[in-house]
């Protein structure tokens, strides 16, 4: 019973709140970490910190590229499946979602010095994907939305009057008082939450061994992104309980039949920050590293939009507003990172842990001062500090040329019980493939690696 009351929960909330009004909600959308860029570092729970000797540690941090000896050139491609099932009033319903797509392509540089180490990278990282989906249906017995509507919205913006869902109640002086409808239970009710979009980074990125196995690295990001989310909504009278009039004033609204609710939420993004990284290896079994990210500036062009109608035995009636369009900023927090990697034998560990303060994330420009406030002050008032915890192995079977990876990532927002458990695994393996010329007659080696 518990799990159905969150279920329930979970879908009104993110249904019935008006999608076009900006709050804490975007910005903790962009302060979010997100799943990486790297096929090796996300099978090893994107412990990656300490690491980062490849094109990755372009994000991971930029330290770990000094490491690097040969030119690099590097490219990747994933195929993400998504895949819910809601359970809404003993009814279930399932959702999929799949793309495919370029995640990133880079170059890593060494220019060859007398001592130490000197390496540059440039390339571009998806680091953030939006695509999700999920549907619900099933019969309530026990509320409606339009009844939700009729006693939130409608005392500033008349909707469900509009659309001869409810009626005006008086006093006796014949004064406007409130809403009423009597549309409030016994409705079928299905939705479906759809998200599109993702962010990538353009970054320059550079590294230096500054002192003997002491590599220092930045990077600066150059972001840009979209995201799109739509929200469809329909009540139903499938069981014909509501064949009366609906507004007592208005014989056009008999019998009513349905009400469809769609709200459409589009962004266009760009931003940039900074990272500095350390990587210490004190032996070659043993690496330590850290990294700070600076705020991340985004800006966002947005453009929202709400459509409703409803059907009755004789009429249909929408309303269709103008796209509102509208132009803001938002900073997200600094990122902290420790982590360590550890080689015994064939077997490498890797773990870091990472800390940010979102009671820092800040709406900063756009909007009117008084929204930008209230944003603010609910920001320090419901978030806090988090911490996040990463762990990733990779076992080296060297007779097969297969490694084996697993990790594990852990993330919790403490004040508002926001949990991440995030269990991954891949692996690696390296064919050797034998070129014969014949006219030079010699054989040469070739390794060419499988993700």
Known sequence: MKLFKLTFLFVFAVLFNNISAQNFNDALRLSMPGLGTSARALSMGNSFVAQGDEFAGIYYNPAGIGFIKNLQIS???????????????????????????????GLVFPIPTY??????????????????????????????RIADITGRINYSQPLTYDLLLSYEVNDGNGNY????????????????????????????????EIAKGLFFGGTMNIYSGD??????????????????????TEEDSRDFISFYLENKIKWELSGYDFKLGLIYQ?????KVGATVKFPTYYTIEESFSNYAESEFRDVFVNVDEEITE??????????????????FFDLLVNGQISYSDYSQMKFTEGLDK?????????ITDLFEGALNYNLGLEYNI????????????????????????MLTAGGKITAIITVIKLQEHFKSLNNQQFF
């Open 75 to 105: 490219a990747t491609v994933d195929y993400n499946s998504i895949s819910n099932n809601v359970s809404f009033f003993n009814s279930k319903t399932k959702s999929s979602k799949n793309n495919i797509g370029l995640t990133s392509i």
């Open 115 to 144: 001592r130490g180490s000197m390496v540059f990278s440039a390339g571009y990282n998806k680091i953030k994907d939006f695509v999700n989906t999920n549907k619900f249906d099933g019969f309530n017995p026990n509320s409606s």
């Open 177 to 208: 008082q409130y809403d009423e409808t009597i549309l409030t239970k016994n409705l079928n009710q299905n939705g479906e939450i759809t998200d599109e979009g993702s962010i990538g980074v353009w970054s320059f990125a550079g590294s230096v």
């Open 227 to 248: 995201y799109e989310k739509m929200n469809k909504y329909l009540e139903k009278d499938t069981k014909n309980i509501y064949q009366g009039l609906t507004d007592p």
């Open 282 to 286: 004190s032996n070659p079994f043993v």
């Open 326 to 343: 509208l132009k803001y900023d938002i900073k997200t927090p600094y990122v902290f990172e420790l982590g360590t990697s550890l080689t």
């Open 370 to 378: 008084v929204t930008r406030d209230d944003n603010n002050y609910e």
């Open 398 to 421: 060297k007779k097969a040329r297969v490694k084996l990876r697993s990790g594990w990532v852990f993330s919790w927002i403490n004040n508002l019980n926001l949990i991440l458990l």
